[in-house]
Nanobody, 123 residues
Framework: QLQLVESGGGLVQAGGSLRLSCAAS????????LGWFRQAPGKEREFVAH????????YYAFSVKGRFTISRDNAKNTVYLQMSSLKPEDTAVYYC????????????????WGQGTQVTVFS
């Protein structure tokens, strides 16, 4: 079973940047499409970004397009989310997920999930 561990969250001022990482436990990582989701207090989990297994396709939620960049390093079994121009409304727990469907804007498209990392943006 694929295990995913997120890191890189923290407290950042609005306008700043953070890079989230998600490390996978298996070499089969390269076979999976990967996504980032987030969940703010009192809100449903929402799609943020997706990258196909081949790295040829990326997709973003409208709210983060142009500010966030998803990438992956299959040699390191790691997916990244580079976040720039952060806003207070980006505050949430961020989750990475792995699945076989691409594009994958729905949580149901993913089979494995990490435990999440907190991102807090203050103004």
């Amino acid at each position: 079973q694929l295990q995913l561990v997120e890191s890189g969250g923290g407290l950042v001022q609005a306008g700043g940047s953070l890079r989230l990482s998600c490390a996978a436990s298996e070499r089969t990582f390269s076979n999976y499409a990967l996504g980032w989701f987030r969940q703010a207090p009192g809100k449903e989990r929402e799609f943020v970004a997706h990258i196909s297994w081949s790295e040829r396709s990326t997709y973003y939620a409208f709210s983060v397009k142009g500010r966030f960049t998803i990438s992956r390093d299959n040699a390191k079994n790691t997916v990244y989310l580079q976040m720039s121009s952060l806003k207070p409304e980006d505050t949430a727990v961020y989750y990475c997920a792995a699945g076989f469907i691409s594009p994958g804007p729905l949580a149901s498209h993913y089979k494995y999930w990490g435990q999440g990392t907190q991102v807090t943006v203050f103004s």
